[in-house]
């Protein structure tokens, strides 16, 4: 057996770059883009939402995610607290920016304690689809099961501990032989099951005609046009918001995810060039993943702006009348959680690796005081609702851009200057000034100005901008 890489400072490494990029894309791409994105595009106009998710990926989310990777590696400390501690004293600033990685490694395990009930309703649909529970029902039974689900805490319950225990022996294994082997297994075959239910939805969905407001439509076209095509009139401060955390959320940045996996990233690895790929690579997933799930949606009739019940309700109704229905729904909900699981091995990791850095605690040992942690906070969102939407809410459009802002604060205006070359040796002139002039500028401008806008709308009814 080949040796676990190992840092001159004694943690574990990436076996390759081929081995980092699996498992940094693995961190991206899970359930936020598939569960969480097709909510959202769904209830914030479509083409609206998506051209401001996509703005956001590449003004703010890419500089963040560089920014994030070059503190991991910088420090080369495996926690992300001690991480940006440590580039602190080195670039003569004070220890309280590491309050950028606290925010960032609750804000994780927050989003992991409601992730984990969401993966829960997701292994119950495998089961569902695989024995025929929705075989022969119409639209209001099936979408009817999902209420049951939710409501019934004990059904979730076991479904849920199954994947706290999955997630948290996988982290035991360690950086190589737990995240890495995981990624490289799985996201191969999530990528091959997307595909194909990909181009499933949009067959389908070109070869049906549908009455959508009193006119007869191709379902592939017009959800094609929904979703690539915006309403300029549909984008408000609350769509930016939710575009803005749906970028942090599904690229895992803010949660400093991105500055732990950087910690173990060998140097001679291009951070920007790297960055680049996880971060087209998720939201070519995204965009995929609208199209597996909106063709069928239009195709059968159903309306794209049920939320979070999208997946859950709407989505089963068309996949069990499809020829196949009952195989294509299995594969639907088994790609779900082949992602589920990338990601969250990934949300557990921040805190892993500040539970051994802290303590001195054995790796085994670290995951299982943290799955037992994960275990008592996430039974809290399988048995209320109310509590799933305050740390989904909290976390998701709040701590993480807070975070995010904070990141490239840091990079951009306070790391030593010697730090930043070191670490961006290999790329070009033009290509470094355009990064850090999106770092130091573009991308805290844009997240103070949407996060702030947003904030007076939820909270206020109070128009800032528009």
């Known amino acids: 057996m080949v040796a676990p890489a190992a840092s001159s400072t004694g943690h574990e490494q990436w076996s390759s770059r081929l081995g980092f990029l699996m498992a940094a894309v693995g961190s991206s791409v899970g359930l936020g883009n598939l569960w969480r994105f097709s909510a959202e595009a769904g209830q914030n106009g479509g083409g609206a939402f998506v051209l401001v998710y996509l703005l956001c990926v590449l003004f703010i989310g890419l500089p963040v995610l560089m920014s994030e990777y070059i503190i991991g590696r910088g420090s080369n400390k495996a926690s992300a607290v001690q991480s940006v501690v440590d580039l602190s004293e080195q670039s003569g600033r004070t220890r309280h920016w590491s309050l950028l990685a606290w925010i960032g490694m609750i804000a994780a395990f927050m989003v992991l304690s409601f992730y984990s009930s969401v993966a829960g309703w997701v292994i119950a649909y495998i089961g569902k689809f695989l024995f025929g529970a929705f075989n022969g029902q119409d639209a209001k039974e099936i979408a009817a099961q999902f209420g049951t689900l939710i409501s019934d805490p004990m059904t979730v319950l076991p479904y849920f501990t199954a994947f706290v225990l999955l997630t948290t022996w996988l982290v035991?294994?360690?950086?190589?032989?737990?995240?890495?082997?995981?990624?490289?297994?799985?996201?191969?075959?999530?990528?091959?099951?997307?595909?194909?239910?990909?181009?499933?939805?949009?067959?389908?969905?070109?070869?049906?005609?549908?009455?959508?407001?009193?006119?007869?439509?191709?379902?592939?076209?017009?959800a094609v046009t929904w979703l690539y095509r915006p309403d300029f009139n549909l984008i408000t401060p609350s769509v930016m918001t939710s575009a803005l955390g749906q970028a942090f959320f599904s690229i895992g940045i803010g949660s400093a995810i991105m500055i732990t996996y950087g910690s173990y990233l060998q140097h001679g690895i291009n951070i920007p060039r790297s960055a680049t790929i996880v971060a087209l690579a998720d939201t070519g997933v995204a965009l995929i993943a609208g199209m597996a799930i909106f063709p069928i949606?239009?195709?059968?009739?159903?309306?794209?702006?049920?939320?979070?019940?999208?997946?859950?309700?709407?989505?089963?109704?068309?996949?069990?009348?499809?020829?196949?229905?009952?195989?294509?729904?299995?594969?639907?909900?088994?790609?779900?959680?082949?992602?589920?699981?990338?990601?969250?091995?990934?949300?557990?990791?921040?805190?892993?690796?500040?539970?051994?850095?802290?303590?001195?605690?054995?790796?085994?040992?670290?995951a299982l005081a943290l799955g037992m942690l994960l275990w008592v906070v996430g039974s809290?969102?399988?048995?209320?609702?109310?509590?799933?939407?305050?740390?989904?809410?909290?976390?998701?459009?709040?701590?993480?851009?807070?975070?995010?802002?904070?990141?490239?604060?840091?990079?951009?205006?306070?790391?030593?200057?010697?730090?930043?070359?070191?670490?961006?040796?290999?790329?070009?002139?033009l290509m470094r000034v355009l990064l850090m002039f999106l770092t130091r500028f573009v991308a805290p401008v844009a997240v103070l100005i949407i996060l702030v806008s947003g904030i007076f709308e939820k909270y206020f009814g109070i128009l800032l901008f528009g």
């Open 172 to 222: 035991s294994r360690g950086v190589n032989r737990g995240i890495e082997w995981a990624s490289k297994f799985l996201m191969p075959l999530f990528f091959l099951l997307l595909a194909g239910l990909a181009i499933y939805s949009l067959v389908s969905g070109f070869g049906t005609e549908v009455e959508i407001d009193g006119k007869k439509v191709n379902a592939g076209l017009h």
């Open 297 to 366: 949606v239009f195709a059968y009739g159903l309306q794209p702006n049920s939320g979070a019940g999208l997946f859950f309700q709407t989505l089963p109704v068309a996949l069990v009348n499809a020829p196949g229905g009952q195989f294509i729904g299995t594969a639907f909900f088994l790609l779900a959680i082949f992602a589920a699981v990338t990601s969250s091995i990934s949300l557990m990791e921040v805190s892993a690796a500040w539970v051994v850095d802290k303590t001195g605690w054995s790796r085994r040992k670290s």
């Open 380 to 429: 809290g969102t399988v048995f209320s609702q109310k509590f799933f939407a305050f740390l989904d809410n909290t976390a998701g459009t709040l701590m993480l851009p807070v975070s995010g802002l904070m990141v490239v604060l840091f990079v951009g205006w306070r790391l030593k200057k010697a730090v930043l070359a070191k670490e961006l040796e290999g790329t070009s002139v």
